[in-house]
């Protein structure tokens, strides 16, 4: 047998060298990236969400600087200190309310002070659950300490969930105004960030894919966080206030139910109805003044009737199921700010998607046989 030639052993050497090289160079930039991650893993929800409300508030941002003459700065500080004063400021009372409901539900528990008003007739002919809930409800009219006895391990869980619960509220309202202050600093250099998003994304998928990607992803974090989580956001403030004002109980509670029911698309008179009932039923208020929070209650259980045509337009073009399990899976995995990350980039992620799928070559779909085009018009063919 003949032994390999010279040169070709120099060809097989320099191969191998250039592919330990290459090998090499990939390992140190994996290594490298999951370093930055590491480091930066404790503020990317945080600057997330920075990123998210810049997005969405930049073009209010341009009017502002075009009325300012010109000057970024400016026109950044005043939109951030109107974000602390009309969203974070009420944001932050509400949930001070509903902190203070949950320590005073538990308090009250833990000292048996707690009183449960007897329960109604009507809810024993419930189908299912209504004979044994009627009897729980009994129970714990006529003798709240010993229930409270016999469920202490179940209520032990519940109390510390509940109290983890608050205790992550204060923690997302901090963040929430710290990514107020990061999205005015980034709106601040709004120009320089708009070339650095499209050449980014020219550098990812190329430049004749890449303008309208970054388009995309604009308009689509514009949609999703004005007219999805931003109506579901102001119209829960609103009714909210109107409910601690009112002197309703669990104020923080019920805004936060209807922030919840916004993103999912249910009607906030779901939680305003009841509200409005609860008014009339107690007999505290004057003829006058339930007239009043009735009608407050009511415009603010539709408000989002006129709120979606004037921030969203058309709507957003993504299954509501999309935003609801971002929003969802956002809020499991990071609280109250996690539930607008999560379907903010779930809907973006779709939508990138969608459109990478609907740019497909026309000449890839298949036709079938004998079938030609004809300049007739779009979509048209005659079969021959």
Not at 1 to 13: C, D, N, T
Not at 76 to 97: E, F, H, K, W
Not at 176 to 191: R, S
Not at 313 to 339: D, E, N, W, Y
Request: one cysteine or more; charged letters at 10%.
């Amino acid at each position: 047998m003949s032994s390999p030639s010279k040169p070709g052993m120099e060809l097989e050497e320099r191969i191998v060298s250039r592919v330990m090289d290459i090998f090499i160079r990939i390992g140190l930039v994996v290594v490298l990236a999951l370093l930055c991650y590491r480091i930066f893993s404790p503020f990317l929800t945080l600057m997330l969400w920075a990123l998210i409300l810049s997005v969405a508030l930049y073009p209010a941002h341009v009017a502002f600087a075009r009325k300012l003459g010109g000057r970024q700065g400016l026109a950044a500080t005043l939109i951030v200190i109107l974000g602390i004063a009309l969203i974070v400021v009420p944001s932050s009372i509400l949930m001070t309310s509903l902190g203070d409901s949950v320590h005073r539900f538990i308090h009250d528990v833990q000292t048996n002070s707690l009183e449960v008003p007897p329960p109604v007739e009507s809810v024993a002919a419930w189908p299912l659950v209504g004979p044994k809930l009627h009897a729980l409800w009994t129970q714990a009219h006529a003798d709240l300490p010993a229930l409270v006895q016999s469920l202490q391990p179940q209520l032990g869980e519940i109390a510390k969930s509940a109290l983890g619960f608050v205790a992550g509220i204060g923690v997302g309202l901090l963040q929430f105004f710290a990514a107020f202050i990061i999205a005015g600093i980034i709106l601040a250099f709004g120009e320089a960030g708009t070339r650095a998003n499209l050449a980014i994304f020219r550098r990812v998928v190329g430049p004749a894919r890449g303008e309208e990607l970054a388009k995309l992803s604009a308009a689509t974090v514009r949609a999703v966080a004005q007219g999805v989580l931003g109506v579901a956001f102001i119209q829960a403030i609103v009714v909210g206030i109107i409910l601690l004002v009112a002197g309703v109980p669990l104020a923080g509670v019920l805004a936060l139910v209807v922030l919840v029911l916004g993103i999912a698309q249910i009607p906030a008179l779901i939680v305003t109805l009841p509200a409005i009932g609860y008014i009339w039923w107690v007999g505290t208020y004057s003829t006058g003044a339930a007239i009043a929070w009735t009608v407050l209650l009511g415009v603010a259980g539709m408000s989002d009737n006129v709120l979606k045509p004037l921030l969203l337009g058309r709507g957003v073009k993504a299954p509501m199921v999309v935003i609801l399990l971002g929003a969802l899976g956002g809020m499991a995995t990071s609280g109250i700010l996690g539930m607008f990350v999560g379907a903010t980039l779930l809907t973006l992620g779709y939508k990138i998607f969608m459109g990478w799928v609907a740019t497909a070559p026309e000449a890839a779909a298949p036709r079938p046989p004998g079938e030609v085009r004809t300049t007739e018009g779009p979509g048209q063919a005659v079969a021959r």
